[in-house]
């Protein structure tokens, strides 16, 4: 069974920076998808930002509110996979959750969606004070 486990996440200020970090363990895919979505309290979850492997090589993706800000990459063994955050705002303010699907998305846009990651990890909480 994939485990996946957040770390990183905690109180900064506004135009701070965090680095997130997800861990995943007991996964050979050689080509799999993973990525972050984040929950603010009360809202629904949504997609932030995927890295994708396989036959096209190494893919990744940003939503339009943190294109530019983000930047997503992930280590040789593809196992664990970061998520660097600068310039954050009190909009950035969530609980975020890394995921892993077993399939690479390189056409469309089912990367952004949640339903269809395989595994989910417990999520850690990013708090951006104004």
């Known amino acids: 069974q994939v485990q996946l486990v957040e770390s990183g996440g905690g109180l900064v200020q506004a135009g701070g920076s965090l680095r997130l970090r997800c861990a995943a363990s007991r996964h050979t895919f050689s080509s799999a998808t993973m990525g972050w979505f984040r929950q603010p309290s009360g809202k629904e979850r949504e997609f932030v930002s995927a890295i994708t492997w396989g036959w096209s090589g190494l893919g990744t993706y940003y939503a339009d509110s943190v294109e530019g800000r983000f930047a997503i990459e992930i280590d040789n063994t593809k196992q664990t996979v970061f998520l660097q955050m600068d310039d954050l705002k009190p909009e950035d303010t969530a609980d975020y959750y890394c995921?892993?699907?077993?399939?690479?998305?390189?056409?469309?846009?089912?990367?952004?969606?949640?339903?269809?990651?395989?595994?989910w990890g417990q999520g850690t909480q990013v708090t951006v004070s104004s």
């Open positions: 995921a892993l699907s077993r399939r690479a998305y390189y056409e469309g846009r089912l990367y952004s969606s949640a339903q269809f990651y395989d595994y």
